[in-house]
């Protein structure tokens, strides 16, 4: 009887301790993540298995729980959510920060759309209002300093509109090209990329044909299929193409690919012979020499120590 009573207290205390490891196994289930499955255990899932992946938490936002100000699409511009306007006057919205004004403006905007009434509605065409008429007293005061500078901003001298300007700039540029053609014909040449049976070759040849009689420069056309050394130097593949090259050095400048006008020609031509000769760079490569020093060469203005913005 002993015996019979000993067994039954061991398995009554073998059953609460199976229960007690069964329920402790399943909190640690629940707190520790289960692994993703091994690729070997995936491997044939295609594309119908795909599963979304968890959705990100937004992280809080820094400013006050109580602000209604929220950051809008640019970094700078704050939006007003439902902005009242009864606490502005006309000079306090005329005189908001750019980044300010466009807020309230939005905020205003969707505020009208959400709840199209009349003082709403009323509310933005005013804003929108005050928004035109800030530009364009921003735009007669630009006009205002302008024409008082208008040695430094204005480029009619250089680049005049006018059509007797135009044409007089017209002709002093296509002086400027002409003459520095003419005077590099000496220790500049031309090299004329042709292949075999290349139709656009002897449209460019007979433009060429004039450049010749004009300026008076030797020009050779050089088949790529015979003379593949040559080609390969300048990395031909295409026909027709020109390359310049100096007399003396190592340089050399592409001229054009494929067919080009004269007046192309003559003008790409000019900037290469200048770029060659070391009288421009990169940033000043379509500057005419006639406009060095003005509003159209970007280097003028690092040239002087003059500040313009310094009360005079």
């Given amino acids: 009887m002993v015996a019979g009573f000993s067994n039954r207290i061991i398995g009554s205390w073998l059953c609460c301790w199976l229960l007690v490891l069964t329920m402790t196994t399943k909190v640690l289930a629940e707190e520790i993540p289960s692994p993703e499955p091994a690729f070997y255990e995936t491997s044939k899932e295609g594309w119908f298995w795909y599963h979304d992946p968890p959705p990100e938490v937004p992280e809080e936002s820094a ?47 969707k505020k009208a759309v959400q709840t199209p009434n009349e003082k709403n509605i009323l509310e933005y065409l005013i804003m929108q209002d005050v928004a035109r008429r800030k530009a364009l007293a921003y735009a007669n005061a630009t006009k205002f300093v302008t ?9 009619n001298q250089v680049y005049p509109t006018t059509t007797p300007g135009i044409s007089a700039r017209v002709q002093e540029q296509q002086k400027e090209i002409s003459s520095t053609i003419l005077a590099a ?66 340089q050399f400048m592409p001229i054009s690919v494929g067919v080009v006008a004269q007046s192309d020609l003559e003008r790409k031509l000019y900037q290469a012979i200048r770029y060659l000769g070391g009288e421009t760079s990169i940033d000043t490569f379509q500057t005419y020499d006639y406009q060095k020093g003005g509003a159209l060469d970007p280097n003028a203005i690092l040239e002087t120590e003059e500040q313009p913005w310094r009360e005079r």
């Avoid at 950051?71 to 007003?80: D, M, Q, Y």
């Fill in 63 to 109: 400013s006050p729980k109580n602000s209604t100000i929220t950051r809008e699409a640019g970094p700078k511009v704050f939006e007003t959510k439902n902005p009242s306007m009864d606490k502005y006057t006309i000079h306090d919205i005329w005189n908001l920060h750019p980044d300010e004004f466009q807020g309230l403006l939005n905020g205003v905007q």
């Fill in 147 to 155: 024409q008082k500078y208008s040695d430094k901003f204005n480029i």
């Fill in 185 to 250: 014909r000496e220790d500049h040449a031309l090299l004329f990329f042709v292949g075999q049976g290349c139709g656009f070759c002897d449209k460019q040849a007979a433009i060429l044909t004039y450049f010749v009689e004009k300026y008076g420069w030797q020009i050779k056309p050089i088949d790529i299929g015979q003379h593949t050394t040559l080609a390969a130097r300048f990395n031909i593949t295409t026909t027709p193409t020109m390359i310049l090259i100096k007399d003396g050095t190592e």
